[in-house]
């Protein structure tokens, strides 16, 4: 009896290490620009190859300009946009560069094209990688050294196994609530630390009916909790999404049958099986925003900020300029965001656009939407998303990951306040002084109508 995690890791073990820990096999190795410059030295600097770079992929994301502007390669994104350029030339590694059709945020376009497939083990250099865990991947972030250790040999060195943590979300979603309250509200529960050492699994009624791209945004945020990774069984909702004809990556016929298959297995035998269980019911789970500076920090829409429990969150509150009994409803924004690899999907922008159809966003708020890929940006447009925002007075903006970390250009100026569908409320995160508060897409839409933070279902 094992679970879902214990099935993939014995998959991919190569070899147990002495002292403890296993040479993990890696089956797809996402590359960007932030995290791969020193790790392309490093192979040149002992004439290595990159060992497979067939299961290699690379694309430019975090620091591309979205408002269409071109890139300066004299600025520090510039430059590490054209190494990027140069190393996947250089290695034979297929690049999705700026303005590339496939272009994207890496954790958008690897679901999205096909790279992502139930029962592999995927890495990136990027801490987010957890988001690929949706479909019954085991993916999680790497740094720089161990990116450069994949790119020669295809494997990965563990020092040791994580524990498992079994995430049962029960109940029917309420109408209005979305994947990224559901995860705000595991986080708020059980802390920013209180997965370290686990890979999560999340599993239940509530993710059963999720959507994939909900299902994305949870395991998005795994990390958000110190997880090393989050899972969801794959399903048949994993497979109909992999089977669709657009994803140039994914098995077809005979192939895409084989990888059925193979996942009858990939599931947890029994509950008991995880070191650590936790129960969340969301029936009636409301809006959550974030109060503070970690995902943890976090409310009901129409509740109060609290007092303070401890020196951490007295600290979290004084940057956020807030104070005990501030309610959320009654504080005003000055950006919204709408974006990132936790919410930039075609459904994240569909659920943003019902709300905002019709309305327009408030006086003094700058409201922008970034898809999360060229893809994703296209597919809006033929579907007239583009003309719902615009009229609306959102910038509509390309892909990248934009405004969810400031390296790009699309930051906050000191103490301004942003309503913002990305994953982490860190000071500064969003620009130097920055004020963060991270939302699901239809609240943040709702803020933009309002000027203030607002529980989309009460809209007027």
Not at 31 to 54: I, K, W, Y
Not at 100 to 110: A, N, P, S
Not at 402 to 431: F, H, K, V, W
Request: aromatic share 6%.
């Amino acid at each position: 009896m094992s679970t879902l995690f214990d099935k993939i890791w014995d998959r991919h073990v190569v070899a147990d290490l002495p002292g403890g820990g296993a040479l993990l096999y890696i089956d797809r190795h996402l590359v960007h620009e932030v995290t791969s410059p020193q790790a392309f030295d490093g192979l040149r600097e002992f004439n290595r190859p990159v060992r497979r770079p067939d299961l290699t992929f690379a694309t430019v994301d975090h620091n591309v300009p979205t408002d269409g502007r071109a890139i300066d390669e004299s600025t520090l994104s510039g430059k590490q946009l054209a190494a990027l350029a140069i190393n996947a030339r250089e290695f034979g590694v297929p690049l999705y560069g700026y303005g590339h059709e496939k272009q994207g945020i890496v954790h958008v376009i690897g679901p999205q094209l096909g790279i992502t497939l139930p029962g592999l083990t995927i890495v990136c250099g990027d801490s987010h990688t957890s988001t690929h865990g949706a479909f019954g991947a085991l993916a999680f972030g790497i740094g720089t050294t161990e990116v450069e250790h994949v790119l020669a040999t295809q494997t990965l060195r563990a020092s040791s196994k994580p524990k498992s943590m079994g995430i049962q979300i029960d109940g029917a979603i309420p109408e209005g609530i979305t994947a990224k309250d559901i995860i705000l509200a595991i986080i708020r529960k059980i802390g920013a630390g209180g997965g370290t050492g686990y890979v999560v699994e999340y599993f239940g009624q509530a993710i059963r009916n999720l959507p994939m791209s909900g299902r994305m945004t949870i395991c998005n945020m795994s990390i958000e909790m110190g997880a090393r990774a989050g899972l969801i069984q794959p399903d048949q909702t994993t497979f109909d999404y992999v089977a669709a004809e657009d994803r140039p990556f994914a098995p077809k016929g005979a192939d895409f049958d084989k990888m059925v298959e193979s996942c009858r297995d990939l599931k947890t035998d029994n509950a008991a099986d995880y070191d650590r269980l936790e129960i969340l019911d969301v029936t009636n789970l409301k809006p959550q925003v974030t109060w503070g500076t970690t995902p943890a920090m976090t409310v009901d829409i129409d509740q109060a900020v609290p007092v303070p429990k401890d020196a951490g969150e007295e600290r979290a509150q004084k940057y956020m300029g807030l104070k005990p009994g501030d309610v959320m409803a009654d504080t005003a924004v000055n950006t919204v965001f709408i974006g990132s690899c936790t919410n930039s999907r075609i459904e994240d922008l569909r659920e943003a656009a019902r709300v905002v159809n019709g309305r327009h966003v408030a006086a003094g708020v700058r409201a922008m939407v970034v898809p999360g890929s060229a893809a994703v940006k296209a597919i809006a447009e033929q579907e007239g998303l583009d003309a719902i925002f615009k009229e609306a007075g959102f910038e509509w903006h390309q892909a990248g990951c934009s405004m969810c970390l400031g390296m790009n250009g699309d930051i906050l100026r000191p103490q301004e306040r942003s309503a913002s569908t990305s994953n982490r409320p860190y000071e500064g995160r969003q620009g130097p002084g920055s004020r963060t508060h991270l939302v699901s897409p239809a609240t943040a839409a709702a803020t933009a109508i309002r000027g203030k933070f607002a529980d989309p279902r009460n809209l007027a």
